[in-house]
């Protein structure tokens, strides 16, 4: 799963040092900002092709992308990939 969290802010902004801690319940809000149908091929961006890669989407999964405001209340390894990501849908 690759997850996008945003750009570094500008240098010109002093931000204050959050001490607020994650929420308790393990819960993050995020915003859905676009869905998108898996892979059909193996062509990649600029002719990078994922050939070597034993990686596969499923044939009816759906791409995410979402935005989580606050990427302090994330964990700081998210990269590792060791982590199981859970969505629950709300109107």
């Given at each position: 799963m690759e997850?996008?969290?945003?750009?570094?802010?500008s240098?010109?902004?002093n931000f204050?040092?959050?001490t607020e801690p994650p929420p308790p319940s393990g819960f993050?809000?995020?915003k859905l900002l676009?869905?998108?149908p898996p892979r059909k091929g193996v062509a990649g961006p600029s002719g990078m092709e994922r050939r070597?890669?034993?990686t596969k989407d499923p044939l009816k999964g759906r791409v995410l992308t979402i935005m989580v405001p606050d990427g302090?209340?994330?964990p700081r390894d998210i990269d590792s990939g060791a982590y199981k990501v859970y969505l629950r849908f709300q109107k």
């Amino acid at each position: 799963m690759e997850i996008i969290i945003g750009s570094t802010p500008s240098l010109s902004q002093n931000f204050p040092a959050k001490t607020e801690p994650p929420p308790p319940s393990g819960f993050i809000e995020a915003k859905l900002l676009h869905i998108r149908p898996p892979r059909k091929g193996v062509a990649g961006p600029s002719g990078m092709e994922r050939r070597g890669k034993k990686t596969k989407d499923p044939l009816k999964g759906r791409v995410l992308t979402i935005m989580v405001p606050d990427g302090d209340l994330l964990p700081r390894d998210i990269d590792s990939g060791a982590y199981k990501v859970y969505l629950r849908f709300q109107k």
